[in-house]
């Protein structure tokens, strides 16, 4: 069975030996990657920015600013990583303008709990991204920066699922009872 810090080692002692080695340049599945993840967090942004014109929930809105940062400095390192090895940026949806939650009807408006839910599947679907991108990077500074992402989204993760629960907006499946197990 491998061992994870036998592989970060590896990982590390692989960056160390090969600093005098030329960069092999990226795959076209690396390039893909990061041309789909950086469009993914950029609609995931857009999301988030409608979120904060719809809450009036302080703790929503706290929620809602601090994973905007997370994203806007994901993209900033994607973004620059993508311009030093000549990928070009996707287009992507503008910034939507700030607005009054009051002006918006209740038939438009999206719910706290609605904003929470979608911010949890696109947090499940960046995470999905970092991992698959990871697993197909070949050179490891770009693997690494997945990893990095990866980690990110598990840490925010725990701050959100702690204020889903405390607010009972977590979307649980049925539980699963096995034939002849106690029913208490």
Known sequence: MSNPFEAVWNILKTSIDNTNEP?????VIEVG???????????????EETGLNTTTDDEVKEMLTDVIRLCEAQVRSLSQFMKKEGILLPDVTSA??????????????????????GIAFKLVTCMQAC????ADAIRN????????????????????????RKRGWI?????????????Q
């Open 23 to 27: 960069r092999v340049p990226l795959h």
């Open 33 to 47: 990657d990061c041309w789909k993840y950086i469009t993914i967090k950029e609609e995931f942004i857009r999301y």
């Open 96 to 117: 939507k303008p700030n607005s009054d939650s009051k002006d918006i009807p209740l038939g438009v408006k999206l719910t706290d709990d609605e904003i929470s839910n």
């Open 131 to 134: 991992a698959k991108a990871q």
């Open 141 to 164: 500074d770009i693997g690494m920066m997945w990893c990095q992402f990866y980690t990110e989204w598990v840490t925010f993760g725990n701050t959100l699922k702690t204020l889903m």
């Open 171 to 183: 979307k649980v499946p049925p539980y699963y009872y096995p034939p002849g197990s106690p029913t």
